[in-house]
Nanobody, 126 residues
Framework: QVQLTESGGGLVQPGGSLRLSCAAS????????ISWFRRTPGKEREFVAA???????SYTNSVKGRFTISRNNAENTVYLQMISLKPEDTAVYYC????????????????????WGQGTQVTVSS
């Protein structure tokens, strides 16, 4: 089974940037759909962005124009480039993999995913 490891989180000032990485091991992600979710204390995991195996992408409205998801299948890694960060982006960010056949609307929930990473903390604060 694919195992996922996130990295790249940290403390950044409002307006700053971070790039999160999600490295996969134990299997290839080239035929998988990969997503980023985030969670703040007391809330459910929230869908952030998805990169489908077909190459299409999807974003939640609050991050459109600021976050970019990309994948490097040769490196078995997915990235989340975040710019113009806001305090409300503060959360633990998780990556997850789903079968490549998963339809887009099912990627927005958490039930279709086969594996999750352990998360990386992003804190946006002055």
């Amino acid at each position: 089974q694919v195992q996922l490891t996130e990295s790249g989180g940290g403390l950044v000032q409002p307006g700053g940037s971070l790039r999160l990485s999600c490295a996969a091991s134990g299997g290839t992600i080239s035929r998988k759909s990969i997503s980023w979710f985030r969670r703040t204390p007391g809330k459910e995991r929230e869908f952030v962005a998805a990169a489908r195996s077909s190459g299409g992408t999807s974003y939640t409205n609050s991050v459109k124009g600021r976050f970019t998801i990309s994948r490097n299948n040769a490196e078995n890694t997915v990235y989340l480039q975040m710019i113009s960060l806001k305090p409300e982006d503060t959360a633990v960010y998780y990556c997850a993999v789903a079968p490549g056949s998963t339809i887009l609307s099912e990627l927005w929930g958490t039930r279709s995913y086969d594996a999750w990473g352990q998360g990386t903390q992003v804190t946006v604060s002055s």
